[in-house]
DNA sequence: AAAAAAAGAAACGCTTGCGTAACGGTGCGC
DNA sequence: GCGCACCGTTACGCAAGCGTTTCTTTTTTT
């Protein structure tokens, strides 16, 4: 059953979500970040740098990059692959489950609130 | 009517659509300017520089940045208020609206494309 | 008319992200 | 074993955003 929207619904969730997230998180993530957080979170894995560049259409030291920030805030983890050790796969972790926990809520939460 | 979604749905719902902005739109606005956008956009106006800071929590000089950036993309326009000459009046415009018709078109397009 | 207040912009130093290019570690074909 | 391709990271210079503070202009207050 997918999600029917009118435009007036699609953009105005949008707005009070990003507003909402503005005020009240001060991580302030860029699209990529979250873009990169949700896709490791929410596609299963494993997922590497390449292949996250490959997805999001960018370089890898974007991918690096965000990994770092992002591991810093401890929303994600890294490790290197045993069985390929050129590798590195990206781990979730709990507090980058709870953030995105949170994050669901709120747009749940002003989906209700957008009129017809 | 409002909104319902499942916690999947509204994850899976800013999900696909961060990445599709990602590999879409080169301008990569930041979340807060994204809101600032929308609010300018969806609210009646008149909308002055206080008046944002306010909404959105933060200071001033924030959002004369953001204007400045977004000025330069064509997304918005400023005129000075001629009733009160220290207000300057955020106005929108053609390239604005567009942009966000089309990231309103893709919302609906990328919710239609939710599972249940 | 003088002083205080208000709005927005500009200046300052700092932090963070970017794209490109170069770099070490690892696996694989010869 | 040796060279070569591959993966992720690091280095570099640059652009953009941030918070704080200061400034200019305009309005309001007394």
Chains 1, 2 share one sequence.
Do not use: C
Request: glycine share 8%; proline share 6%; charged share 25%.
């Amino acid at each position: 059953m997918p999600v029917e929207l009118t435009p007036s619904q699609a953009l105005g969730l949008w707005h009070t979500v990003s507003l909402e997230q503005v005020r009240v998180d001060g991580r302030d993530l860029t699209l990529r970040q979250m873009a990169i957080l949700l896709q490791i979170y929410l596609v299963p894995p494993p997922h590497t740098v390449r292949g996250l560049a490959a997805t999001l259409g960018v370089t890898k030291p974007v991918i690096t990059r965000a990994l770092d920030s992002m591991g810093a805030l401890g929303l994600v983890d890294r490790a290197r692959d045993d069985r390929d050790r050129r590798n590195v796969v990206i781990k979730r972790t709990v507090d980058g489950a709870l953030y995105l926990e949170k994050f669901g809520d709120l747009i749940i939460d002003q989906g209700r609130k957008q009129p017809k």
